[in-house]
């Protein structure tokens, strides 16, 4: 099996998860970025980021060099934004969709106080094009990078990947 971790990380949470993850893997690793900057003040970027979500955004995002249709499993991983994934993830779920059909898609999310419905989101995009597995959450502190989350549940993760 084929594997590619694509993830987008504002604050670095997710790019750490996502890193060990592609170290583990041996695999290749890309990051979703955005053209435009999100404010640095964290409030600001809280608000912003908060609106972003609630309008359904889509920002334009940096073009990733991979063709997604040469791998088997899809590992992608985005931050929690107002219960559901960031915006740059929507520009690129709907931007690479039909690279994916028929990929086994594996959700992964960093998050600090509530999940909300990001891998119910991601599965309802992607339903008709690929075969959505088993989203794996990672808890942060609050406004921090410290992992609460267990970190041999990114070895359940690896494990899960390769069954
Ligand atoms: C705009 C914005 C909205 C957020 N919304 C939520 C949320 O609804 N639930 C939650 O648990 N965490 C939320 N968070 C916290 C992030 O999900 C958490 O800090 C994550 O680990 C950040 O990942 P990153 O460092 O890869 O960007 C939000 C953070 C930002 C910036």
Redesign the pocket.
């Known amino acids: 099996m084929k594997n590619i971790v694509v993830y987008?990380?504002?604050?670095?949470?997710?790019?750490q998860i996502a890193k060990d993850i592609a170290k583990k893997l041996k695999c290749k690793i890309v990051e979703i970025k955005t053209i435009k900057e999100y404010p640095s003040d964290y409030d600001e970027?809280?608000a912003?980021?908060?609106q972003e979500?609630m309008d359904k955004v889509e920002p334009e995002i940096k073009p990733l060099e991979v063709d997604f249709s040469k791998y088997d499993n899809i590992i992608i991983g985005s931050?929690?934004?107002?219960?559901t994934y960031a915006p740059a993830v929507r520009t690129f779920l709907h931007s690479y969709k039909d690279q994916f059909k028929y990929k086994r898609l594996f959700p992964f999310a960093?998050?600090?106080?509530?999940?909300?419905h990001i891998f119910e989101d991601i599965n309802r995009e992607n339903v008709r094009t690929s075969i959505v597995k088993i989203g794996f959450e990672f808890q942060?502190e609050e406004?921090s990078?410290t992992l609460i989350t267990p970190l041999k549940d990114i070895d359940r993760f690896i494990e899960y990947i390769n069954l």
């Open positions: 987008y990380s504002l604050t670095g949470n997710t790019r970027l809280r912003v980021g908060k979500s931050p929690v934004w107002r219960y960093t998050y600090d106080k509530q999940l909300g942060y406004d990078s």
